[in-house]
């Protein structure tokens, strides 16, 4: 029986006035990420389940991959590399 494969999700935890999360908004657009941005000023119960998942801080911007059960994270203050980030939602990792 074949397994079937859980679609990779990209989330970018945010808040309106946050210029780091601004700024990796931008770089997702010029790499041509697909990203479900979450609002953490309008969403907390997802903000909730997050910091539940992950045990982040509670702090932004958040990076999230998700595949299946499988969670990836980068939280504020992590460097973030984009070529991986690419790398893993490409399915090459």
């Not at 494969?5 to 041509?32: H, I, V, W």
């Not at 907390?44 to 045990?55: A, M, S, T, Y």
């Amino acid at each position: 029986m074949a397994r079937s494969m859980s679609k990779r999700r990209l989330y970018l935890f945010s808040t309106p006035t946050c210029s780091g999360c601004k700024q990796l908004k931008n770089q997702f657009d010029a790499e041509g990420l697909e990203y479900e941005e979450i609002d953490c000023t309008e969403d907390i119960q997802r903000v909730r389940n997050l910091i539940n998942k992950c045990e982040v801080k509670n702090s932004v911007p958040v990076t999230v991959i998700l595949e299946g059960s499988d969670v990836r994270y980068w939280q504020a203050g992590t460097t973030i590399d984009l070529n991986e980030i690419s790398s893993i939602m490409s399915g090459a990792r």
